[in-house]
């Protein structure tokens, strides 16, 4: 099978929820590995998916706590055109704030102002989802009706990046939609199921309190599909699209 950008990027988001998944096992490592030399034979079309692969290298290795090979990868990801200076403010990241290695990587991106406003939005979605994800986990406890609730996820941003270190990011944010709708979807199954069995074989089975849960479930279900589309990326008016340096490095709060 020939190569494509669509299937190397299908392939990143294929490695990325299987990490989220299962934990950064050395799967995940060679598949970025492999990533980045097919990528690398795509030529300039494939620029950002080299980027794509060094970077979350670099993200295994500093969870490995392996700083150098860390900001060895994060320098090659600079180098392919990376410049997510937001993901280079998440909290496993700012340890190597302090090493000059990194903060000469770090200096080299640039980025628009339109492109940074998305790099915020995509970081703050992941944090959202997460937070939805937790709470629709709690909400669901104890619910009798057998129906099912999958996670809304807000649209995906459809402007066209001004640097295609967007296009990364992009990606990291399905794989976090995609593997926490699949945690979502795999407990709510487990739920309905073992409900459906209960109501088989139990003569004490409450249904008129399944139907108010399912009633009620619905509506948790509605609103959190109008708010997950309320959240859509917007384009700031105004925002410039010449490049610039990145914000200097320790200025910008990873989003809660």
């Known amino acids: 099978m020939v190569d494509t950008v669509n299937s190397l990027a299908a392939r990143v988001h294929e490695l990325l929820v299987e990490v989220m998944t299962h934990g950064p096992g050395t799967g995940g490592t060679a598949g970025l590995h492999d990533v980045v030399v097919r990528a690398a034979a795509l030529g300039p079309d494939g620029a950002w998916l080299v980027a794509a692969g060094q970077a979350n290298l670099g993200v295994l290795a500093v969870l490995r706590g392996e700083a150098d090979q860390a900001i060895f990868h994060f320098d090659a990801a600079v180098a392919a055109g990376y410049n997510d200076c937001v993901a280079l403010h998440g909290g496993p990241i700012r340890p190597l704030h302090g090493d000059p290695r990194f903060q000469a990587l770090y200096q080299r991106m640039r980025i628009t102002q339109a492109d940074l406003d998305e790099f915020l939005w ?6 959202l989802m997460l937070q939805d994800a937790q709470t629709a986990a709690v909400d669901n406890i104890g619910r009798l009706d057998t129906g099912v609730s999958p996670l809304p996820q807000a649209p995906m941003p459809t402007r066209e990046p001004d640097t295609p270190g967007v296009l990364t990011a992009r990606i990291d944010l399905a794989a976090v939609q995609t593997a926490l709708q699949r945690a979502a979807l795999k407990a709510e199954f487990q739920r309905s199921s073992g409900n459906t069995s209960l109501s088989l074989i ?16 619905d509506g948790l279900d509605s609103q959190r599909q109008r708010a997950a589309e309320a959240r859509a990326f917007v384009e700031r008016p105004g925002a410039g699209s010449a490049l610039a340096p990145c914000p200097p490095l320790g200025s910008i709060t990873y989003p809660a």
């Open 122 to 127: 995509l970081h703050r979605e992941m944090q």
């Open 202 to 217: 139990d003569d004490s089975w409450d249904y008129d309190r399944a139907r108010r849960d399912a009633w009620h479930a």
